[in-house]
């Protein structure tokens, strides 16, 4: 099993629709998971900070299933600006928590 | 800008040159994280850097490869004799501490060019 599996897309979806990716990791010993967006050829950007079930900013929504080792993140009122790859990242455990392995990321495009 | 610098941002190298990639944390951070991107991959973490130690380099290839992050000036990752291989993105992120919380911020990269 890969460490970190996204599908890769790419979600096609229209303004205004709920669009939901899936992450899954292979340590269940990760404490903390972080969603972040890259645009095309930029830096990834933090999107969202997961430590215990779940967290909400506005229009995202990521959960974290810790029996089934996935974390989703669900996007509410798809804009235009939400176009990007969005990448999932586990931090390791232990000694290594620093650590952040990158899923390939999944591919968004939101059409007019 | 407060955030995390990188530089140049674009750099071109024939094989065997070498290449020399600077970072700037945000203010306040001090600890500095190298990552690499190839082509269609995800992003590869290389090594784990605060003020003059290096803490974690085990995601770097044993040769050509090294990075320091000097007591003053920028963190730099070093690649020597470059080969066409080492063509790729490759960003810097910072954070405050290194706790399994902490949330690293990413600079916009160099991309560099093996020709």
């Known amino acids: 099993r890969k460490e970190v599996e996204q599908d890769p897309g790419p979600f096609n979806v229209p303004e205004g629709a709920t669009v939901a990716f899936n992450c899954t990791y292979s340590n269940s010993a990760s404490q903390s998971f972080f969603w972040y967006r890259q645009d095309c050829r930029k830096e990834p950007k933090l999107l969202m900070s997961?430590?215990?079930s779940g967290n909400e900013d506005g229009r995202f929504t990521a959960q974290l299933n810790r029996a089934s080792q996935y974390i989703s993140l669900l996007i509410r009122d798809s804009k235009l600006s939400d176009s990007a790859t969005y990448l999932c990242a586990p931090s390791q455990s232990g000694g290594s928590n620093y650590k952040l392995t990158f899923g390939k990321g999944t591919l968004l495009t939101v059409n007019p | 800008n407060a955030g995390v610098m990188q530089n140049p941002r674009h750099l071109v190298r024939r094989r065997g040159q070498e290449a020399r990639l600077r970072c700037s944390p945000m203010?306040?951070?001090?600890?500095v994280y190298w990552y690499r991107q190839l082509p269609e991959e995800g992003l590869k973490f290389m090594v784990y850097?605060?003020?003059?130690?290096?803490?974690?380099e085990s995601g770097m290839p044993k040769e050509r490869f090294s990075a320091e992050f000097p007591k003053e000036g920028p963190s730099i990752l070093r690649i020597q004799q470059v080969v066409r291989g080492d063509s790729a993105a490759y960003f810097c992120a910072s954070s405050r501490d290194r706790s399994s919380y902490n949330e690293q911020f990413f600079g916009p990269g160099t991309r560099l060019t093996v020709l």
């Open positions: 203010k306040g951070h001090s600890h």
């Open positions: 997961v430590y215990s």
């Open positions: 850097l605060q003020k003059e130690n290096i803490i974690d």
